[in-house]
Each structure stands twice: as C-alpha cells, then as structure tokens.
C-alpha cells in the first residue's frame, strides 16, 4: 500500500477542492443546463455492489434494448466519481444527466435546485446496510471516538454515510452536536478506505463504507468489526443509494427517460432471479477484485434488496430539516422524487 498522505495535506487540498466545487455548482445555479435531444443519456456511477443494477443494465445494454421499444437509439455515456459532491457538481454543471449517489446527496441537491432545476430522485438502487467499520478494538461505539482517530467516508457532510453518521451523533450528544464527528471525518474513495482498514498503520482507523468494501474489511482484519450499522440508525432497511435528475431532463427526453427506468425494473429482476450471473457480470463491468463468493453472500443477503422504489428515506429527511443542514421540509418522500409509476410503492 503506498504511503498515507499527511491528513494537514489532505485536508488543504479537500478545502480547494471544496472551494472549486462550491464555485462550479453557483455558476450551474445561475445557468440553465444545456437541452439534449432524445436518445442520449450521461450516467454519473461510484464505487461498490451498490451501483450492480447500473452494472446489469450496461453489461445486457437494457438501456438500448428498452430506447428501441420507445422508438428512439439511445447513446449512453458512463462516468465514475466518487463522493455526493462530485456527483451533485457534475449534475449542476450539465456534465452528467443521471446522478448516483446516496440520499443524503440526493437531499441536498433537491434543497439547493429547489424551485431552479428541481432536480428529484429516478429511482432507488435497492436497500442495503451500510456498516462503519473500526480497525481499533477499543472502539465498541461511535463515543469511543478520539480526535486522534480519522474516519474515511465519500464525502463529509454530504455523504449518506456522513449523514448517517450525523443522526447516530445526535442520538448520543444532542443535536446540537450532530456534527461533532465531522472533524474527524475524512473523505477518500472507498478503495482507498478498505485499503487502509485492512492494512491497519494509518491515520484512518474508521470506514463508513458500502457493500462489498465493509464485508472485504471484516474479512481481511481480524481487529476489523462494526461499530456502526445504517439500519439500526434508521430504524430498519432503507434505500441508500439512489439515482436523480433534473426536472429539465426528464421532462425534455420522456422516451430515454423511460426507457431507463425500464432498464433499472429488467436489471433488478435480472439481480433476484439470478444472482450467480449478477455477481459474475459485477465483476467483469466493474472489474472488481473482490472474492466471488463474498460477493454472492451479499447480494443474496436477506438484508439486501434489489429494487428501484425507494424505502424509509424520509427518516433522514426530517433529521436534515430538523438540524438545519436543507432549508426545505418535504411533507414525504414524493416531494424528492419523481411521480412516476415505478416509483408508487416507495417510502
């Protein structure tokens, strides 16, 4: 593993990147987002089994296959990032039309466009626990925390992890101190996270990671264990990661736009129908380097869901509200996602 970078230095260059981010997404405020026609579509994916039906869809070419039924060829274009800033950023910008990060991202975006880009949530990428995993072993819980610690996550602050993280803080310090954790919080891609964890010597003592980066971590540390589980925090399974767009969008190309939809639907019975070729195709398109085995352990987990209606969102929505981090209360879940038919059953 190449040497940790110093945290100071981290920390300088996260604070310019911030700045420049910050930067781009007031010039995307102030701007329209460029019109398309139909028949193209820029999805912005990250990291982990989280974005498998994003994976499906792009090995089978659903997008393409379901674009022909609407009588329109699809040209789809695919990016990796990694943190809900860069998603949202990249959103903002016009760079990407479909976004995939967590609610928490999704949440803030949908705050911040609200009444300019409305940008709202297309679909869920099913419910998954979401484990913080400490490589200390005197971390039972999040309060054994020390400012000597540092806990990778996507994006701090923005991320669903961080928000999750949030929500836990409140519950054992008050929450006017839900952020407390936050300066200790760094962000780094999950790869560079699990790689941390396992090796151990580092400052990151702490992952709040996804699937399967958290199971790699248990499996390769024996000090590696939990300290945190997303669905205890939010109070049973819940949608984690999601994918979001502008009003614009959806409403300029309704014939891509439901052929992506329709993707997501195919990939997701695909995913529960057959998940050794679901895990087979994972590892090709994303070209992962995780066990086999551990992976079909996930994606057969009974705690794992593949769908794309959204599940018990809005307990994180209302902690948002309620601690000041979006201006906006949303009366439920549809006033951050889309009317659309697939979605009629979410929560």
């Not at 609610?103 to 297309?122: A, C, F, M, S």
């Not at 054994?144 to 928000?163: E, H, M």
């Not at 990151?204 to 205890?232: C, M, W």
């Not at 949608?239 to 969008?249: H, I, R």
């Given at each position: 593993?190449?040497?940790?970078?110093?945290?100071?230095?981290?920390?300088?260059?996260?604070?310019?990147?911030?700045?420049?981010?910050?930067?781009?997404?007031?010039?995307?405020?102030?701007?329209?987002?460029?019109?398309?026609?139909?028949?193209?579509?820029?999805?912005?994916?990250?990291?982990?089994?989280?974005?498998?039906?994003?994976?499906?869809?792009?090995?089978?070419?659903?997008?393409?296959?379901?674009?022909?039924?609407?009588?329109?060829?699809?040209?789809?274009?695919?990016?990796?990032?990694?943190?809900?800033?860069?998603?949202?950023?990249?959103?903002?910008?016009?760079?990407?039309?479909?976004?995939?990060?967590?609610?928490?991202?999704?949440?803030?975006?949908?705050?911040?466009?609200?009444?300019?880009?409305?940008?709202?949530?297309?679909?869920?990428?099913?419910?998954?626990?979401?484990?913080?995993?400490?490589?200390?072993?005197?971390?039972?819980?999040?309060?054994?925390?020390?400012?000597?610690?540092?806990?990778?996550?996507?994006?701090?602050?923005?991320?669903?992890?961080?928000?999750?993280?949030?929500?836990?803080?409140?519950?054992?310090?008050?929450?006017?101190?839900?952020?407390?954790?936050?300066?200790?919080?760094?962000?780094?891609?999950?790869?560079?996270?699990?790689?941390?964890?396992?090796?151990?010597?580092?400052?990151?003592?702490?992952?709040?990671?996804?699937?399967?980066?958290?199971?790699?971590?248990?499996?390769?540390?024996?000090?590696?264990?939990?300290?945190?589980?997303?669905?205890?925090?939010?109070?049973?399974?819940?949608?984690?990661?999601?994918?979001?767009?502008?009003?614009?969008?959806r409403k300029d190309n309704p014939k891509t736009y439901k052929a992506f939809q329709d993707a997501l639907v195919e990939a997701a019975r695909f995913v529960r129908e057959h998940p050794d070729q679901a895990a087979?195709?994972?590892?090709?398109?994303?070209?992962?380097?995780?066990?086999?085995?551990?992976?079909?352990?996930?994606?057969?987990?009974?705690?794992?869901?593949?769908?794309?209606?959204?599940?018990?969102?809005?307990?994180?929505?209302?902690?948002?509200?309620?601690?000041?981090?979006?201006?906006?209360?949303?009366?439920?879940?549809?006033?951050?996602?889309?009317?659309?038919?697939?979605?009629?059953?979410?929560?």
């Amino acid at each position: 593993m190449p040497p940790s970078i110093p945290f100071a230095s981290r920390l300088t260059r996260a604070i310019t990147a911030a700045v420049l981010s910050l930067s781009l997404a007031a010039v995307a405020l102030a701007m329209p987002t460029p019109a398309h026609a139909e028949g193209r579509i820029r999805i912005a994916e990250q990291f982990g089994i989280v974005y498998l039906l994003l994976n499906v869809a792009r090995d089978q070419q659903l997008i393409e296959k379901h674009g022909k039924a609407e009588g329109v060829d699809i040209k789809v274009e695919w990016l990796k990032l990694s943190g809900g800033s860069a998603v949202n950023d990249a959103l903002l910008s016009g760079a990407v039309d479909i976004a995939g990060a967590g609610v928490g991202p999704l949440l803030t975006i949908w705050d911040r466009t609200y009444g300019k880009q409305n940008v709202k949530g297309v679909a869920s990428l099913g419910n998954f626990p979401y484990y913080l995993v400490s490589n200390r072993p005197e971390v039972k819980t999040i309060a054994d925390f020390t400012d000597k610690d540092r806990i990778a996550l996507p994006a701090v602050g923005v991320s669903v992890q961080s928000r999750v993280l949030q929500m836990a803080s409140a519950a054992v310090w008050g929450e006017a101190q839900y952020n407390k954790l936050d300066s200790i919080s760094v962000a780094l891609p999950h790869p560079d996270a699990t790689a941390a964890i396992i090796s151990g010597g580092t400052e990151i003592t702490g992952h709040f990671g996804n699937p399967p980066f958290q199971e790699q971590e248990l499996a390769g540390n024996p000090r590696a264990h939990i300290v945190l589980d997303s669905y205890k925090v939010l109070g049973g399974p819940s949608s984690s990661t999601v994918l979001f767009a502008t009003e614009k969008f959806r409403k300029d190309n309704p014939k891509t736009y439901k052929a992506f939809q329709d993707a997501l639907v195919e990939a997701a019975r695909f995913v529960r129908e057959h998940p050794d070729q679901a895990a087979d195709t994972y590892l090709r398109v994303a070209d992962a380097k995780q066990d086999r085995k551990l992976l079909l352990d996930i994606i057969t987990n009974p705690q794992v869901q593949f769908k794309v209606e959204p599940q018990n969102t809005y307990t994180l929505a209302r902690f948002m509200h309620r601690v000041g981090a979006i201006k906006h209360e949303p009366a439920s879940w549809r006033d951050y996602f889309f009317d659309d038919a697939v979605l009629a059953n979410g929560s």
